[in-house]
């Protein structure tokens, strides 16, 4: 059994950034040692770093247009010293530092009653802010974070309800979205 590493990548908010690789490297060498990907909620885990009598990783997140910065710094990665006596070490996080706030409100298609409860799909997974699943509020708002500079699909989904597009939201040339539900 090895030491263990663990933390979270996260937008601003709070909200969990999944599918972003988080790499764990000798430092001396940069020989990588593991790599995870984070989970839906933003956490990854390293559960087999080989510590002995004392080694220093640098382990840093990444994605393809995305940056992160360590515990408020302005190091994108941390460097971790383990040893027999301190081979667990949680709390590793990273602030995802290039996303932007998206707003908007989600109707019934052809008018003007908002859809109260939906979910939304981030690159196919849950959105979530502090562990719980976005979802509109009774007047259809919401308020999530989507990666800047990079592609992104997003989805509006609901238990029960079929959406127009499949629930693909698309954002015209004011970053309004626009109406995508049918009864």
């Known amino acids: 059994m090895g030491a263990r590493v663990s933390g979270r990548v996260h937008y601003e908010d709070g909200s969990g950034c999944p599918n972003v690789m988080v790499t764990a490297s000798r430092v001396g060498d940069g020989f990588t040692v593991q790599r995870v990907m984070t989970d ?72 003007s009653i908002p859809v109260r409860d939906a979910n939304f799909l981030l690159n196919g997974n849950l959105v979530q802010l502090s562990g719980m699943m976005v ?36 954002i015209g040339g004011d970053s309004l979205l626009t109406p995508a539900e049918t009864a």
């Open 40 to 111: 839906e909620r933003g956490y990854y885990m390293f559960d087999s770093l080989p510590y002995g009598g004392g080694v220093e990783y640098t382990t840093t997140p990444t994605s393809q247009a995305a940056e992160f910065r360590y515990n408020h710094s302005s190091s994108g990665s941390a460097t971790i010293s383990l040893s027999l006596s301190h081979c667990i070490t949680p709390n590793i996080d990273f602030e995802n530092v290039s996303s932007v706030r998206l707003t908007g409100r989600v109707f019934y298609e052809n008018s």
């Open 135 to 170: 979802r509109t509020d009774a007047s259809g708002n919401f308020e999530l974070r989507v990666p800047q500079g990079e592609g992104f699909t997003l989805q509006v989904v609901k238990d029960g309800h079929s959406f127009v597009g499949d629930g693909f939201v698309r």
